[in-house]
C-alpha cells in the first residue's frame, strides 16, 4: 500500500512539473486531493485485507474530508492522482489502469450494473462524466464537462455532450472515424 501511495505522490509531482523529490514528494502529500487519493489506497487495502468495517470507516471518511465517494471495489493501478477531490463519484465497478488523472466533479458511474473500465495513462477534465459498459483506451484525453457514453480509442481526445473525438494521437479526426477497432486490451 505505502509504495502504491509513493508512486501516486510521485506521479502527482509530475503532474505539476517537479522532479520526484522527497520535498517535492511531501509538498504532494498536502496539496489538494492527495486525501482522497490516500483514503482511497488506505480503504482498498483495508477492502482487500478482511478489514471491510475499517473499509467502510475510510469510505464514508473520505466522502466528508476528501470530498469523493469512491466505492470500495473501484480498482485503480499505480498513478492515480486526483488533482482536485471536490464532487468526484466513482462507482464501486470501476476499473482503471496506470496514470489515471482526474479533476474536480468528475462521475464514473454505471448504467444497468455495468462500469467503464479505463486504459494507461488517460486524463479526465473537470465535470466530466463516463456513464456505462463502455472501455476507454490508453493515453486518452477526456475535456472537461464531457459526457462520455461510447467506447474511446487508444490516444482519442475527446470533448462534448455527447463526447466526439476530436484527436487520435495529436492527428485531427474526420466526422467518419475508423478508428472503431482501435481498443485497448481489458485492464
Given at each position: ?25 511531501l ?7 492527495s ?21 467502510f ?19 485503480f ?25 482526474m ?10 450494473g ?15 462524466k ?24 487508444n ?10 473525438v476530436?484527436?487520435?494521437y ?17 485492464v
Amino acid at each position: 500500500m505505502f509504495e502504491t501511495i509513493r508512486e501516486d505522490l510521485r506521479r502527482k509531482a509530475e503532474w505539476y512539473d517537479l522532479r520526484p523529490t522527497s520535498k517535492s514528494i511531501l509538498r504532494m502529500i498536502v496539496s489538494d486531493g492527495s486525501t482522497a487519493q490516500i483514503l482511497y489506497r488506505a480503504m482498498r487495502f483495508c477492502q482487500t485485507h478482511s478489514l471491510k468495517p475499517l473499509a467502510f470507516f475510510l469510505y464514508r471518511l473520505n466522502a466528508s474530508v476528501g470530498h469523493a465517494v469512491i466505492g470500495r471495489g473501484a480498482e485503480f493501478g499505480p498513478g492515480f492522482v486526483i488533482l482536485h477531490s471536490f464532487g468526484i463519484v466513482i462507482n464501486s465497478s470501476v476499473r482503471a489502469g496506470r496514470n489515471l488523472v482526474m479533476e474536480h466533479g468528475v462521475t464514473i458511474g454505471a448504467e444497468k450494473g455495468e462500469s467503464p473500465v479505463l486504459g494507461d495513462n488517460v486524463f479526465i477534465g473537470a465535470g466530466a462524466k463516463i456513464i456505462g459498459a463502455i472501455r476507454i483506451g490508453s493515453d486518452v484525453k477526456i475535456g472537461a464537462n464531457a459526457v462520455v457514453t461510447k467506447d474511446l480509442p487508444n490516444g482519442a481526445t475527446a470533448v462534448g455532450v455527447p463526447a466526439r473525438v476530436i484527436k487520435v494521437y495529436g492527428e485531427r479526426v474526420s466526422d467518419k472515424p475508423e478508428w472503431t477497432s482501435d481498443f485497448a486490451t481489458p485492464v
